[in-house]
C-alpha cells in the first residue's frame, strides 16, 4: 500500500527555520512528482512548492526566495526547507505525490496520494 509521512512541523518564532520531511513508501518514488501543499483554519488549501521526477520546481510568490523544495530519491523522501517563517506562514502542511507527468503542479486535483499533515505554527 502506498503510504506518505510527513514530519518536521513544530513551533517557531518569526524569522525562524524549519524543514519538513516527506517520506512516501509503496510507490515508485522516481516515477513522481511530489508537491507541498498548506491549509490555514478557515482557509482554502493551497499549493506552496512542487518539484518534478527530473527536478524542475514551482513556487507560490508567497515563499519565492524563503523556501526551498528537494528530493532525495534514494531516501524516497521528499523536504521543504523553510526559512525567513512569517506568522501567515501558519498552517497544516501536506506532501503529494503525482504520477504520470513529466512537470510538477501546484493544483490539489492533480496529486494522487496524500499525506496526513504536519503542523507548522510561526508566533508573532
Known amino acids: 500500500q502506498v503510504q506518505v509521512v510527513e514530519s518536521g512541523g513544530g513551533l517557531v518564532q518569526a524569522g525562524g527555520s524549519l524543514r519538513l520531511s516527506c517520506r512516501a513508501s509503496?510507490?515508485?518514488?522516481?516515477?513522481?512528482?511530489m508537491g507541498w501543499f498548506r491549509q490555514a483554519p478557515g482557509k482554502e488549501r493551497e499549493g506552496v512548492s512542487c518539484?518534478?521526477?527530473?527536478?524542475?520546481?514551482l513556487y507560490d510568490d508567497s515563499v519565492k526566495g524563503r523556501f526551498t523544495i528537494s528530493r532525495d530519491n534514494a531516501k524516497n523522501t521528499l523536504y521543504l526547507q523553510m526559512n525567513s517563517l512569517k506568522p501567515e506562514d501558519t498552517a497544516m502542511y501536506y506532501c503529494?505525490?503525482?504520477?504520470?507527468?513529466?512537470?510538477?503542479?501546484?493544483?490539489?486535483?492533480?496529486?494522487?496520494?496524500w499525506g496526513q499533515g504536519t503542523q507548522v505554527t510561526v508566533s508573532s
Open positions: 503529494a505525490a503525482q504520477r504520470w507527468t513529466n512537470y510538477c503542479s501546484r493544483s490539489w486535483a492533480d496529486y494522487n496520494y
Open positions: 509503496g510507490l515508485v518514488f522516481d516515477d513522481y512528482a
Open positions: 518539484i518534478s521526477r527530473y527536478g524542475a520546481t
